[in-house]
């Protein structure tokens, strides 16, 4: 039997560090909520808004798949491989940290913010030769359809990464509706609303709600509101 789990907006975990006002939809740092832990292999959602000309220094990662989606300004990408990169809306970046790697992220811009999404998922593969990519993507091809941006396979469209998993971004009109098939059977889906309203197998959905579902093989989606936009992310349920 199909199952369901709501997260609206405002029962997520919240920092402000000034500098740093982030959301987090599951545990995170100083967030523990015992019954938030994690989507299957979706560990970590957070929504950052970071200050003009700030942001996070250089820290470590290891065995995590983290997917960054900015949604507003320009972040400034630096790690150990090597790699210098600033990312925009409309892209996506990646980093499979696998055995290893440090970076860090700032916002570009000293006159205006930066907002991204930060997405940790459990690797299939332990200790891999730590990767980064990006990709940019053409907006107009997820009006009123899904835009795939994540899979498992780099011969795939978007980025890859070590997990059998699928991101798909979609914007739509009022009154448009879809129904999602599952990639992979087992697969949990997590849908996540950017802007204006959904309803997804009979459930309002908000800006910033959360709403995950498995067991189940599809749902559907309605967009109840003139340009609203969601992100999909189907994920394994067995870490």
Known sequence: MKKTVLHTADSRGEANHGWLHSRHTFSFANYYNPERIHFGVLRVLNDDYIAPGMGFGTHPHDNMEIISIPLEGDLEHRDSMGNVAVIRHGDVQVMSAGSGITHSEYNKNEDAPGKFLQIWVFPN????TPRYDQITLDLKERHNRLQQIVSPSPDDDGVWIHQDAWFHLGRFDKG???????????????????????TVDGTELHQRDGFGVWDASSIDIVS????????LMEVPMQV
């Open 125 to 128: 593969k332990k200790n891999v």
């Open 176 to 198: 448009f509706s879809l129904r999602y098939d599952f990639q992979k059977p087992g697969n949990g889906l997590y849908v996540f609303v950017l802007s204006g309203d959904v």
């Open 224 to 231: 109840d509101s003139a340009d609203s936009e969601v992100l």
